[in-house]
């Protein structure tokens, strides 16, 4: 079993707020849209979202460990293409928001959109994986910490929903891509 340092952990931890961004956002966007919504489905979407996030890291690690020897020596440079891809991605898509913020559905979210969600919020989380198995990181801590601070952080913006929309909104999404950005930047450079 590998020992955990104190550079995983906080670097796991990073990673997992950045990855919660998404699903913060979506949690928010529920919550504002149905304010009446019922207990159940307020714990179910963060419940949803962190079970996700935390799986999705997993499969993309094996998937990318079937090829790992392919890309192994290009690990760091992978890491940085991948996280690039992904955080830019984010950046764009909050920039979009800002400038255009969508409206509510007119229908009530329903689990089966809840599902979808949750699905649509980890496919970066997916291909972060790819990069766990071209680094080498402990998979079992990284995806543990992803799941535990996307359930975290929903739950902290179903506690303190309408203030910190008002307040950060899709800024939030974009410090989440830059800091994906950074945390490739650093598995290229091989610190």
């Known amino acids: 079993m590998p020992v955990i340092t104190a550079a995983a952990l906080a670097e796991s931890t990073v990673l997992g707020i950045a990855l919660a961004m998404d699903a913060m956002a979506v949690t ?35 998937g990318g460990a079937l090829i790992a020897e ?11 293409i ?12 909050a920039v979009r928001e800002l400038r255009e913020p969508e409206a509510c559905p007119a229908a009530l979210l329903t689990w089966a959109t809840i599902g979808m969600e949750a699905v649509a919020t ?13 680094e080498g990181k402990d998979v079992v801590l990284y995806c543990g ?10 739950l902290l913006v179903l506690a303190l929903g ?11 999404e974009v410090i989440g891509g830059i800091v994906l950005i950074l ?7 091989g610190l």
């Open 28 to 62: 928010l966007s529920n919550s504002l849209c149905e304010p009446d919504m019922p207990l159940s489905k307020k714990l179910g979407m963060p419940v949803a979202f962190a079970l996700f996030q935390m799986m999705m890291p997993a499969f993309g690690y094996l």
């Open 183 to 189: 945390i490739g930047v650093k598995a290229c450079l």
């Open 82 to 93: 991948i996280l690039a891809f992904v955080g830019g991605k984010m950046i764009v898509e």
């Open 122 to 134: 980890a496919i970066d989380a997916f291909v972060v994986g790819v990069s766990f198995a071209a």
């Open 70 to 80: 392919y890309i192994e020596r290009y690990a760091g440079i992978v890491s940085l």
């Open 162 to 172: 309408r203030k910190l929309g008002e307040r950060f909104g899709a800024r939030a």
């Open 145 to 154: 910490m992803i799941g535990a601070t996307t359930l975290t952080r929903c």
